[in-house]
């Protein structure tokens, strides 16, 4: 099937990115700021989404049936077109804990007739999994996946709506490969933003935000503890996990948490959306509570997470250093309702708050405390060419990709990168990797198309620690818009332990793609 060969989700970035290539097209427009003036508002816009969940059960030809729950982000570029990324895993039925997905869709909806609209879309991406690894081959093929729908949807009130999809979901070479219907729950999220240029300038606003617009990224180097474990890999798991929070009042805050293995049993991995709440001890200490229900594990014969529905309550104690970055220390309790895994956990974190509150009745009109921060969301094909462990050489590994840059200043920014094949490797699917690091890059000139970066990212692939730098520029097509391209190399850590023995890994690696970006 031609739709996996290389470069194919860019062509479908650049053909989405060259036919909306207009002023309609851009939900964040650019506005002229009067630098002689710093009591001059910035102008923000509103930028809307839709955060989109469905659910699904497929008919296997000689397993269990398999029930997918998909959640996904939907980025709106005029009044019924939408790009996005999400993720899929089981929940109740079969045993296929660890099984994962990530995809990058495009998505197009109207309404018909008053509140009845009908939405189609196509989803492309990578993942893998299975009862064992024998039957993971089954299950997912060589681990591309495509998957497109149709269907009617209800608009219940503006916060949310309902519908019903014909789907197509097919893995190549795999078990995958039927229609069925699914059921999905849409809600609309929308948010303040304004130029990327404007990112660094001080907050110039008589508007006075009541809600909070709190947001932290949380870095852990985490330890899975198996309680009497039943299946074959009994040691305990050192996992790195990514945690967005999204505080929605002072105390209160949505997250979702990825998490993978890098030692013990490196291919492991789960997502965790969920609640929590922040109880503040003092100026510089805060206590977090929270409870993620979601999907994960490995083949259950070896970490037995049954289906994979997995439920972990979790408390952190933080630490502040500054007023954007903080240390923690964590202590959960991790279990599987319908396998027999139990686990409790205990981790150290390093907390990034992208944005805080600062409000007074009269609004905000502070220069020294409230900047504008640049945001960048970068979706991507990369290729790992020249590929080769302890020295013998495979296939190239083709990833889909999506990358989280947050600036500090005019200069710095730390990215955080998340990555699926959607090929084999060594005659397996499901490789992924999950990084985070440092990046420098050229201060931004609306005038210069061209912004270059060389980043470090360390993280976990297939077999343990890597660490990968690239080189790479966001070539603009308008203030709001880039093509992305990146080159770099990925190498595996080696020293402590810190890979299996005997799957040294390295390649060097392409990406090309397309950049959002703006500034909060």
Same mark, same amino acid.
């Given at each position: 099937?031609?739709?996996?060969?290389?470069?194919?989700?860019?062509?479908?970035?650049?053909?989405?990115? /060259?036919?909306?290539?207009?002023?309609?097209?851009?939900?964040?427009?650019?506005?002229?700021?009067?630098?002689?003036?710093?009591?001059?508002?910035?102008?923000?816009?509103?930028?809307?989404?839709?955060?989109?969940?469905?659910?699904?059960?497929?008919?296997?030809?000689? !397993?269990?049936?398999?029930? $997918?729950?998909?959640?996904?982000?939907?980025?709106?570029?005029?009044?019924?077109?939408?790009?996005?990324?999400?993720?899929?895993?089981?929940?109740?039925?079969?045993?296929?804990?660890?099984?994962?997905?990530?995809?990058?869709?495009?998505?197009?909806?109207?309404?018909?007739?008053?509140?009845?609209?009908?939405?189609?879309?196509?989803?492309?991406?990578?993942?893998?999994?299975?009862?064992?690894?024998?039957?993971?081959?089954?299950?997912?093929? /060589?681990?591309?996946?495509?998957?497109?729908?149709?269907?009617?949807?209800?608009?219940?009130?503006?916060?949310?709506?309902?519908?019903?999809?014909?789907?197509?979901?097919?893995?190549?070479?795999?078990?995958?490969?039927?229609?069925?219907?699914?059921?999905?729950?849409?809600?609309?999220?929308?948010?303040?933003?304004?130029?990327?240029?404007?990112?660094?300038?001080?907050?110039?606003?008589?508007? !006075?935000?009541?809600?909070?617009?709190?947001?932290?990224?949380?870095?852990?180097?985490?330890?899975?503890?198996?309680?009497?474990?039943?299946?074959?890999?009994?040691?305990?798991?050192?996992?790195?996990?990514?945690?967005?929070? +999204?505080?929605?009042?002072?105390?209160?805050?949505?997250?979702?948490?990825?998490?993978?293995?890098?030692?013990?049993?490196?291919?492991?991995?789960?997502?965790?959306?969920?609640?929590?709440?922040?109880?503040?001890?003092?100026?510089?200490?805060?206590?977090?509570?929270?409870?993620?229900?979601?999907?994960?594990?490995?083949?259950?014969?070896?970490?037995?997470?049954?289906?994979?529905?997995?439920?972990?309550?979790?408390?952190? $104690?933080?630490?502040?250093?500054?007023?954007?970055?903080?240390?923690?220390?964590?202590?959960?309790?991790?279990?599987?309702?319908?396998?027999?895994?139990?686990?409790?956990?205990?981790?150290?974190?390093?907390?990034? +708050?992208?944005?805080?509150?600062?409000?007074?009745? !009269?609004?905000?009109?502070?220069?020294?405390?409230?900047?504008?921060?640049?945001?960048?969301? !970068?979706?991507?094909?990369?290729?790992?060419?020249?590929?080769?462990?302890?020295?013998?050489?495979?296939?190239?590994?083709?990833?889909?990709?999506?990358?989280?840059?947050?600036?500090?200043?005019?200069?710095?920014?730390?990215?955080?990168?998340?990555?699926?094949?959607?090929?084999?490797?060594?005659?397996?699917?499901?490789?992924?990797?999950?990084?985070?690091?440092?990046?420098?890059?050229?201060?931004?000139?609306?005038?210069?198309?061209?912004?270059?970066?060389?980043?470090?990212?360390?993280?976990?692939? +297939? +077999?343990?620690?890597?660490?990968?730098?690239?080189?790479?520029?966001?070539?603009?097509?308008?203030?709001?818009?880039?093509?992305?391209?990146?080159?770099?190399?990925?190498?595996?850590?080696?020293?402590?332990?810190?890979?299996?023995?005997?799957?040294?890994?390295?390649?060097?690696?392409?990406?090309?793609?397309?950049?959002?970006?703006?500034?909060?």
């Amino acid at each position: 099937m031609k739709i996996y060969k290389n470069y194919l989700l860019v062509l479908l970035f650049v053909f989405t990115q /060259t036919l909306f290539a207009s002023s309609q097209l851009q939900t964040l427009s650019e506005s002229p700021l009067d630098t002689t003036d710093v009591n001059t508002p910035i102008k923000q816009n509103k930028v809307n989404g839709l955060i989109v969940l469905d659910y699904e059960v497929i008919s296997l030809p000689d !397993n269990q049936s398999i029930d $997918l729950l998909g959640g996904h982000y939907l980025h709106q570029l005029n009044d019924w077109l939408y790009l996005g990324i999400g993720v899929h895993a089981p929940l109740v039925k079969g045993d296929y804990g660890g099984f994962m997905t990530l995809d990058a869709t495009i998505h197009a909806q109207r309404k018909v007739y008053g509140d009845l609209f009908v939405n189609g879309g196509t989803s492309l991406g990578g993942g893998g999994g299975g009862s064992s690894r024998a039957q993971s081959k089954e299950l997912s093929g /060589t681990s591309g996946f495509i998957k497109s729908y149709i269907g009617l949807g209800y608009e219940l009130n503006e916060n949310i709506s309902v519908g019903a999809n014909y789907t197509y979901f097919s893995f190549r070479d795999s078990q995958i490969n039927s229609s069925q219907v699914n059921f999905f729950i849409q809600a609309p999220v929308s948010y303040l933003a304004s130029s990327y240029a404007n990112a660094g300038k001080a907050v110039q606003s008589s508007y !006075n935000l009541s809600e909070s617009n709190e947001n932290i990224f949380i870095l852990e180097m985490n330890n899975i503890f198996q309680i009497d474990p039943t299946g074959t890999k009994k040691q305990t798991i050192n996992s790195i996990a990514l945690q967005f929070s +999204h505080f929605i009042d002072d105390s209160n805050y949505l997250f979702c948490e990825g998490e993978v293995g890098y030692k013990g049993l490196p291919l492991y991995n789960h997502i965790l959306p969920g609640v929590g709440h922040k109880s503040l001890i003092s100026s510089r200490v805060n206590l977090y509570s929270q409870v993620g229900i979601g999907s994960g594990g490995f083949s259950p014969d070896e970490v037995d997470t049954g289906s994979g529905l997995l439920i972990n309550p979790k408390f952190s $104690l933080e630490y502040l250093l500054t007023k954007k970055l903080g240390v923690s220390l964590s202590s959960g309790y991790l279990f599987a309702p319908t396998g027999t895994s139990k686990n409790y956990t205990i981790g150290t974190a390093i907390n990034y +708050h992208i944005t805080q509150k600062y409000k007074n009745s !009269n609004g905000f009109n502070t220069t020294d405390d409230f900047k504008y921060e640049g945001v960048r969301f !970068n979706l991507f094909t990369q290729t790992e060419f020249d590929a080769k462990t302890d020295d013998k050489a495979h296939h190239d590994v083709n990833l889909l990709s999506t990358q989280f840059d947050n600036l500090i200043g005019d200069y710095w920014y730390v990215p955080v990168q998340v990555s699926i094949a959607y090929n084999d490797f060594q005659g397996s699917p499901g490789y992924g990797e999950i990084l985070a690091g440092v990046g420098v890059q050229n201060k931004y000139v609306q005038s210069d198309n061209f912004q270059n970066f060389f980043q470090l990212l360390i993280g976990s692939n +297939h +077999h343990g620690i890597i660490f990968k730098p690239s080189i790479g520029t966001n070539y603009s097509l308008s203030d709001n818009y880039a093509l992305y391209g990146q080159f770099g190399k990925t190498i595996s850590v080696n020293s402590m332990g810190l890979y299996q023995e005997g799957r040294s890994f390295s390649a060097y690696n392409i990406g090309v793609g397309l950049t959002y970006r703006f500034s909060l």
